[in-house]
């Protein structure tokens, strides 16, 4: 097992890199977007496509298409944020959150049906229905990428960011919650004997690279990652993992 304190975040061969766990993140529909002069900006849809397109939706009369169009360059400096909450019945629920910093600038008619496809494709959102009517697509040019998660940040370089791919496992999470309960309660069983009777041990959520387990004990919160043998290519192995972590250990 793998422990990380809600005081370390180091990046390990037992868990995906830091722009990996970043463009997860930001898979996550949370988002909330902040503009200079304006603050809490409203934000009708957001998503990372799989061309490296950080997308927009905002509302055609809102503050942001006004402060683009009386913009003098052409841009608003904004910072989009985006928080990755587990389902589960957690006291703590935020598993981390990421920070996307730049300057929303306006899509050309010339890229708009591409880019609205590429966002459907990473995110189903109703307001993309509304494009060229109440709603208006914009795009956040990236300067900065900060990933927070265990009470750490750690900056990402945005081209690693945008070359990256969210977790295949993570994106079918719930699922694979469902479909390998049983397993994943006998794993919990594992790391509340490994933590002790006095910690409270609770699934937090699932990567291609394993298991992770928030403890609560006297002392604080922290996370554990139970890592497979080795990163998986996609959810299909997922069962066949867990049940391989369930046979090398005792019982």
Not at 140 to 166: H, I, K, N, W, Y
Request: with cysteine; net charge negative; charged share 20%.
């Amino acid at each position: 097992m793998t422990a990380g304190s809600t005081h370390s975040s180091a990046t390990t061969a037992h868990q995906p890199p830091a722009a990996e766990r970043a463009r997860t993140v930001a898979a996550r529909p949370a988002a909330s977007l902040y503009c200079a002069g304006l603050g809490i900006s409203q934000l009708w849809g957001a998503a990372t496509t799989r061309h490296g397109d950080v997308l927009l939706v905002v509302p055609t009369a809102g503050a942001v298409t006004t402060a683009l169009a009386d913009s003098p360059l052409g841009d608003v400096p904004a910072r989009l944020t985006v928080t990755d909450r587990t389902s589960l019945p957690l006291a703590h629920p935020v598993r981390g959150l990421v920070q996307l910093s730049g300057w929303v600038t306006p899509v050309t008619e010339e890229h708009m049906a591409r880019l609205v496809l590429d966002f459907a494709d990473a995110h189903a959102c109703d307001a993309l229905f509304d494009v060229g009517l109440t709603a208006t697509l914009v795009r956040l040019d990236l300067a900065e990428v900060v990933l927070e998660e265990a009470g750490m940040s750690t900056d990402v370089e945005p081209e690693d960011f945008l070359a990256a791919r969210p977790d295949v496992v993570s994106a079918a999470e719930a699922e694979l919650m469902a479909a390998e309960r049983c397993a994943l309660d006998r794993l919990s069983g594992r790391v509340q004997r490994w933590a002790g009777r006095q910690d409270d041990v609770r699934l937090l959520g699932l990567d291609r690279f394993g298991v992770r387990f928030r403890v609560q004990s006297r002392r604080g919160c922290y996370d554990v990652r139970v890592p497979f043998e080795s990163p998986l290519e996609g959810p299909d192995g997922f069962g066949a993992a867990v049940e391989h972590l369930l046979r090398c250990g005792p019982a």
